[in-house]
């Protein structure tokens, strides 16, 4: 038996005779045979569904000193608190410069689904779940459908998440405070609206599937803006600049020639000079490299400038 269910008996062949853990309690561990093992959730949290593995924190503008509950008590009017998981109703403090709490009219939902179908819906179910989702909301807040908008902004849409999690915008926010808003989408009756919505579009039943934790957080919308970054690398071409040695026992120059190579990859620019070398040994006979742009290709330019002992500069 999974997290969240229990079974004692004997000889079971499949899940479907393990039981729920009733909700307002939670079980985490798999393979339990009793009851007894699911455990009441805390004062702080709540269990909105059976079979859970983890009770879920009070949500923003709710607390509970309790045990075993399936939902938390909501602020009264005019006040409220950001912070989850709350025990007591003292924190829920005035808003200043709101008396509905809502300072820009708007508020972030977001609802967090277990086994949430994701993968077997395919894109034209789930932009009708999208969008059966922004009227539930919208018919629990007493706004339009054109007030509830998904992350980037599209109206009459929320954003799904792979792991089961939606998120929404509810704006134009006039006529309710953010404690009308958490009375209305921290219930039962609207989790279930969104699971029934859900699994009409699917077609099939879903075991185990439900709304979790739903929170309500005052805030102004700002759409979701994609930024990307664009890195740009330059080729640079090197040129050096190398010296051909024309080897004589006078002290003759004469002009240079220039050659191009490809050496290593990289194209390198060589410019040839022609200069003078005495030779160690005044009866030692001259070598003569003249490097010519026609008739010497870049392997045999390398072979030379190795030869004759040249470092080559920076390339």
Sequence with gaps: CSPGTWSSLWGATNQSTCTDCEAGKFQPAVGQASKDVCIRCPPGKYGPMMGAAACAYCPAGSWNGDFAQTECDVCPQ???????G??????????????DCLPDGSARITIEFVHFPYAEL??????KVQVAMAEDIAAACSVGNQSVLDLNGKSSSVSVGSDGSVSAFVTEVTKSSASDLASKLYTTTFRSR???STLEILGVDKEHFGAGAISVQPEEFLPVTVTSTTTSVSSTTAS????????SSSSDSSSANSSDVSLLGAEVSFSARNVTRTSRYHDEAPE???????????VSLAALLASSGLMLGRI
């Design 78 to 84: 005019g006040r409220w608190m950001h912070s989850r």
């Design 288 to 298: 003569d490299f003249v490097l010519s742009n026609a008739a010497t290709p870049a």
């Design 240 to 247: 050096t600049t190398t010296s051909s040695i024309s080897d």
């Design 122 to 127: 395919d894109s034209e179910q789930m932009e």
């Design 86 to 99: 709350s025990l007591q109703g003292e924190g829920c403090a005035p808003c200043p410069g709101s008396g």
């Design 194 to 196: 969104l699971v029934s």
